[in-house]
C-alpha cells in the first residue's frame, strides 16, 4: 500500500516527460510500473482469496499439533506467494 502511494505522489514528474519525445519512455515506464502495481494489487487478493479457502477446509482433529502445523505451513505459503506478487506483476507489464 506505501508503495502504491509513494508512486502516486511522484506522478507528475514521470508523466511530464511523456510529451518529449527524448524523455518520453521515463512516462511509458512509469505507466507500466503503475500499472504493475495494481495488478499486483489484484494477485494479493487473489492469494488471499486462496488462503481463506483452505484454511476453512481445516479441520480440528484431537491431535492440535496437525492443525496448528497445517495452518502453519498454509500461512507460509501465503507469505511466499505474497512475496513472489510483485515480481510476477512487473513481469506480466514488462516493468522491470
Known amino acids: 500500500m506505501i508503495e502504491i502511494y509513494l508512486a502516486c505522489s511522484i506522478a507528475a514528474i514521470p508523466l511530464a516527460t511523456m510529451a518529449n519525445k527524448e524523455w518520453g519512455q521515463v512516462g511509458s515506464n512509469y505507466l507500466r510500473s503503475l500499472f504493475a502495481l495494481g495488478i499486483q494489487g489484484f494477485f494479493i487478493m487473489v492469494c488471499v482469496g486462496i488462503y481463506a ?3 476453512g477446509t481445516i479441520t480440528v482433529t484431537d491431535n492440535i499439533h496437525t492443525t496448528i502445523f497445517s495452518i502453519l ?3 507460509v505459503i501465503l507469505c511466499f506467494a505474497l512475496i513472489k506478487t510483485s515480481g510476477l ?3 506480466v507489464m514488462n516493468a522491470h
Open 89 to 91: 506483476a512487473k513481469s
Open 73 to 75: 505451513t498454509y500461512t
Open 53 to 55: 479457502v483452505l484454511v
